[in-house]
Nanobody, 127 residues
Framework: QVQLVESGGGLVQAGYSLRLSCAAS????????MGWFRQAPGTVREFVAA????????YSADSVKGRFTISRDNDKNTVYLQMNSLRPEDTAVYYC????????????????????WGQGTQVTVSS
């Protein structure tokens, strides 16, 4: 099993930046494809970004493309989400997730693909 712990959330004004971290333990993170999801109150959980085990290929949602960047450092067993130009609509709890399955045909946007989830970290963007 793999345990995931998110950190780096907080309260910022619109236009500012945050860097989220997802620290893994229990297994070598390189063996997992990783994703970031977010969920605001009263909404469904939505896909934000994903990255393959080696870090060579990434995917992102249209709503964050050009502003958010997913990356990973497998030597540190950590996945990151750099969030720039934050907007109030980015306010949500952000979750890190790990999958033992390969990414094919956009399956990385499906929450059900992922086997392990962190507890989430709150990001609040004020206008």
């Amino acid at each position: 099993q793999v345990q995931l712990v998110e950190s780096g959330g907080g309260l910022v004004q619109a236009g500012y930046s945050l860097r989220l971290s997802c620290a893994a333990s229990g297994r070598t993170l390189r063996n997992y494809n990783m994703g970031w999801f977010r969920q605001a109150p009263g909404t469904v959980r939505e896909f934000v970004a994903a990255i393959i085990g080696s870090g060579g290929i990434t995917y992102s949602a249209d709503s964050v493309k050009g502003r958010f960047t997913i990356s990973r450092d497998n030597d540190k067993n950590t996945v990151y989400l750099q969030m720039n130009s934050l907007r109030p609509e980015d306010t949500a709890v952000y979750y890190c997730a790990a999958s033992t399955k390969g990414f094919v045909m956009r399956n990385y946007v499906r929450s059900g693909l992922y086997d392990y989830w962190g507890q989430g970290t709150q990001v609040t963007v004020s206008s």
